[in-house]
């Protein structure tokens, strides 16, 4: 237990301190991109193709311009003048921005109508009238990416199929060898869908160009302030849009969880609708377009096939996918992992032989591959290898926890170099599972399960012990279209003690403002009360990657962390003159340098502070600020395991959670009431997928799960009542053992759901269910299985 | 077609001349300037539009302007009175049940609702109050601890 070192007035690391975010929010004083109203702003609609995939023959915008206070629209050739109807996606594959010839997938982006009102936009937007030009749909992936099918991107010189990327890694003929020695191996080809982030606040911009100045400031709902800025500097330096004269300014933000990483051509056409009108124009998307325009997650098929001795020892993994990224590759991936971090596969096991390969597709859907609440597609590999662990246990008739414990990496393992070249930097996963078996009373719950399924009761119970794998960079090895991914803190010690923090990273929801001040607390002895934390506002932030990926305690948390002893170091010498002693002389308590063993003898970190403007050392640089750039040297892997208490409905096939533990372990601990409320949010996350959440096409690529109507986000009514624990084992390489822990439950939660309901039903024969676990899926199988009242 | 209405809002009475498709979240939002109140969906199912209209919760964006005629429209900018918070204010600060404060409104104004029917509400009653509004973030749970924590503060059974 990292139990706190500072006074509640410090209130440092370990302190579940109440958030400084609240008042605002609590009082409705948020201040978000839709409550930005800039005088004399201009809003935007968006005409959007019903089409999957169509010829634009022509776009007649005459009526739409007679209606009063439509003052343009905006269509592809428009912004081909000035060379910004294609744009880089962040994977460094192209994207349109408006189409000049044909539309890709449906809910794509025509033109735009930018009018007086927002009302007014909009019947703007309906009255512009296009004449579409219907072409043949490839919406099925494994059809696409067949010898023969016809070559979607045209644009493309020279591509003769439809191949996004081939990624692999480990050694394939190894592993093949592997598994074929295996005495047993189970084959499960398992299905993790399109499911969309639906932040309740969808995306949108206030873009203000500022023709006096040649200045462009963007409000916008972004996760990376700083790389968009370059992004935009890069994609529109040939207009004059240079890195210095553009602002972005990320407000509070409703919710991003991956979904607000990209750039979506709203965001540059109301730009270029401000560049060319002088006016700022506002751009927000409504609940359809954001569900069916805006970057997906998941979407992997994949071939999973894990070896095993009779015993159960595991001996090789192979896993082979088919991704379907739609148009585009828009991924928000570093550049070297085409495919993230997906060869964490492996999971919490020991294997000595593993392959994994992803073949990435285009297909007639909306572009990305974005994370939904993830760290690059572990989601994906931790769904695959604990369902096949599952599916292994089945198959030896062993108890799911037990072929687990076997395989574990031993906790004296560490630091374990996994065979996919990871190197795990802390880990106990026997604890970890055996506390979750504690709380759940795993024994009782299987002694209920053979009782219920004699009485013809369907209850089942689901295991999941992942490993994650968070905090990129390192900068040698990650990288977003060739910028590095370190992260950044800023502080500056002002003469009165107080402070303010500045990041490269940018909250949505994360509760920032109180961690990074508690770490700053905890190094400085500055009560967090007195510590204003700043980020998302390029012209005062320090360069960052911003906040995704579970990145932000690992890599600026740490920032703020050695920021904050240089500025300690400082205030050492400036508390040495002070005292007329050496700086050997001093020691330190939170908050306080004292003369050793004279602790009477002590100057306060605001004396020094005070000092540090009006009294300091002849020959000291005046002032106590830090700037600190955090490349770190690897990985933080924080794991967890999860038990699911499931039961069946066999009247409708709803499957009811009735009770979920989860025992998370992200080393040491800032804020423990945000970390529990972080899980219980990626718990809730991880609910939807399983069960509900799903966006699907027929065949004419006509999309299902566009609206909440048909999108099922889950409600207080199917979440349970949360049980959490931890245990501790911190990072041995984070300056104060942390490791991120944000997405932990949204990857870990599904397959312990989804291994339940298939625990409930494995006496009926059944070993595997794809998710969303619908409640139709279920009545189905039980129908099948003859047991469906 | 335009509308004449008087409406009371946080007790502030306006009159407005309203256009009839006026949706009452964009009077409230771009009319009154009273932003606390937002957008999620346009279909009524994700309840962060909520606000009370003569006392009942319901979703701004499925109700007119020009509906509001005589009416009595409580925001989240009205919950606190005299400089002093609602006690579900004060408890969803004190009980984490918010993170990044996009539903947040719409949640107090629901559970503030809840509280005026039923002074001791049953977790399961909680539950069903709130199940029309969305959260992505909390899962919930501190959310209906924060509403028991309320209801214990202003005093159970009335």
Redesign the interface.
């Known amino acids: 237990m990292n139990a706190p070192r500072t006074d509640a007035k410090i209130c440092g690391m370990g302190h579940s301190m109440k958030r400084k975010e609240d008042p605002r929010f609590i009082r409705g004083k948020g201040n978000y991109v839709d409550d930005i109203k800039l005088p004399g702003m201009l809003y935007m609609d968006i005409v959007r193709s019903p089409y999957a995939h169509a010829r634009i023959k022509k776009i007649d915008t005459s009526k739409a311009l007679k209606i009063p206070g439509v003052l343009a629209v905006i269509d592809g050739p428009t912004l081909e003048k000035y060379k910004l109807h294609w744009m880089p996606t962040i994977s460094a594959d192209t994207q349109m921005v408006l189409p000049t010839d044909e539309v890709m997938y449906q809910a794509q982006e025509v033109c735009a109508v930018i009018a007086t009102e927002r009302y007014i936009a909009a019947d703007g937007a309906d009255a512009v009238e296009v004449d579409y030009e219907p072409l043949p749909v490839m919406v099925d992936p494994l059809k696409s990416i067949a010898p023969g099918a016809p070559v979607l991107r045209k644009d493309k010189k020279d591509k003769k199929d439809n191949l996004a990327f081939h990624w692999e890694a480990g050694d394939r003929a190894d592993t093949e060898k592997a598994l074929q020695a295996s005495e047993v191996v189970a084959e499960q080809y398992v299905y993790v869908p399109r499911i969309h982030v639906a932040s309740m606040e969808t995306c949108g911009c206030v873009a203000d160009f500022n023709p006096a100045e040649g200045k462009l400031t963007v409000y916008m709902t972004t996760q990376a302030p700083h790389a968009v800025r370059t992004v935009f500097a890069l994609v529109a330096g040939h207009v004059g849009l240079s890195e210095e004269r553009i602002r972005i300014v990320s407000p509070d933000i409703g919710g991003g969880f991956g979904g607000k990483v990209p750039v979506y051509p709203g965001y540059v056409i109301a730009v270029a609708a401000s560049v060319v009108i002088g006016k700022p124009v506002k751009w927000i998307e409504d609940r359809m377009e954001n569900l069916q325009a805006d970057s997906f997650a998941r979407d992997y098929h994949m071939k999973v096939r894990l070896g095993a001795k009779k015993d159960g020892t595991l001996t090789a993994l192979s896993i082979k996918t088919i991704a379907d990224h739609g148009y585009t590759n828009a991924s928000a991936n570093p550049m070297k992992y085409p495919a993230g971090l997906f060869s964490i596969c492996t999971g919490s096991y020991d294997l000595k032989h593993a392959f994994c390969e992803v073949d990435a597709v285009y297909t007639h859907k909306p572009p990305g591959g974005v994370a939904y609440r993830c760290s690059f597609r572990v989601t994906e590999a931790v769904h695959a290898i604990e369902r096949v662990v599952d599916v292994l246990a089945q198959k030896l008739k062993m108890d799911p926890a037990e072929l687990r414990m076997k395989n574990f990496i031993a906790p004296e393992r560490f630091p374990y170099k996994s065979v996919l070249g990871w190197e795990y930097d802390s880990g106990n996963y026997p604890a970890a599972l055996k506390k979750a078996m504690e709380i759940v009373g795993y024994e009782s719950l299987r002694k209920e399960q053979q009782e219920k399924r004699k009485r013809g009761e369907l209850m089942g119970i689901g295991i999941c012990s992942f490993t994650e794998i968070v905090g990129a960079g390192p900068s040698k090895d990650f990288d977003i279209l060739g910028i590095k991914m370190f992260d950044s803190a800023e502080i500056r010690v002002h003469p009165t003690g107080k402070a303010l923090a500045r990041f490269g990273t940018k909250s949505q929801g994360q509760g920032h403002e109180t961690t990074y001040a508690q770490i700053v607390a905890e190094e400085l002895g500055i009560p967090a009360s007195d510590v204003q934390v700043e980020e998302g506002d390029t012209d005062t932030a320090p360069y960052g990657l911003g906040t995704y990926a579970s990145r932000s305690t690992p890599t600026s948390g740490a920032a703020a962390s050695l920021a904050a002893r240089k500025i300690r170091n400082k205030a050492k010498a400036i508390a040495a003159h002070l005292l007329e002693c050496s700086e050997a002389d001093l020691d330190w308590v939170p908050g306080k340098f004292f003369i050793k063993g004279v602790p009477d003898k002590s100057k306060t970190i605001q004396e020094c502070a005070f000092a540090a403007y009006t009294n300091m050392p002849q020959g000291m640089e005046p002032g106590l600020e830090a700037t600190h750039y955090y490349d770190p040297p690897n990985l933080t892997f924080p794991f967890g395991s999860y038990i699911c208490v499931v039961d069946l409905d066999r009247g409708t096939g709803e499957v009811k959670v009735r009770r979920f533990v989860a025992v998370d372990d992200c080393g040491n601990i800032i804020n423990p009431m945000i970390v529990d409320g972080q899980i219980h949010g990626g718990l809730a996350q991880g609910v939807g997928p399983a069960l509900y959440e799903e966006i699907s096409y027929d065949e004419d690529g006509n999309i299902s799960g566009g609206s909440f109507l048909d999108y099922y986000v889950p409600t207080a009514l199917e979440c349970p009542k949360w049980e959490t624990d931890k245990t501790i084992t911190p990072s041995p390489h984070h300056p104060f053992g942390a490791k991120g822990v944000g997405e932990s439950a949204t990857v870990g939660a599904p397959p312990a759901i989804a291994n339940a309901v298939v625990d409930a039903l494995s006496h009926l024969g059944v070993t595997h269910v794809d998710i969303p676990i619908t409640p139709e899926k279920v009545w189905q199988l039980l129908k099948a299985k003859g047991v469906a009242e | 077609m335009k509308h004449q209405i008087s409406v009371t809002v946080n007790g502030t009475a306006h009159e407005a001349e309203v256009?009839s498709?006026?949706l009452l979240v964009?009077f409230i939002?771009?009319e009154l300037?009273?932003?606390?109140?937002?957008?999620?969906?346009?279909?009524s199912?994700?309840g962060?539009c909520t606000v009370l209209l003569d006392g009942q919760p319901v979703k701004s964006c499925t109700v007119l302007a020009a509906q509001v005629d005589g009416c009595k429209v409580s925001?989240?900018?009205g919950?606190?009175s005299g400089g002093k918070?609602h006690p579900i204010?004060e408890a969803?600060?004190?009980k984490?049940a918010?993170?990044?404060?996009?539903?947040?409104?719409g949640m107090?104004m629901t559970c503030s609702a809840l509280l005026e029917q039923n002074r001791n509400p049953s977790?399961q009653e909680?539950?069903?109050a709130?199940?029309?509004?969305?959260?992505?973030?909390?899962?919930?749970?501190?959310?209906?601890k924060a509403v028991q924590h309320a209801a214990q503060k202003i005093g159970g059974a009335p």
């Open positions: 256009e498709r006026l964009h939002r771009e300037r009273l932003t606390g109140t937002h957008i999620g969906c346009d279909t199912h994700c962060v925001t989240v900018e919950l606190e918070l204010q969803f600060t004190e984490h918010l993170q990044c404060g996009y539903c947040t409104p107090l977790e909680i539950r069903q709130i199940s029309g509004n969305l959260c992505r973030c909390t899962g919930y749970l501190n959310i209906v």
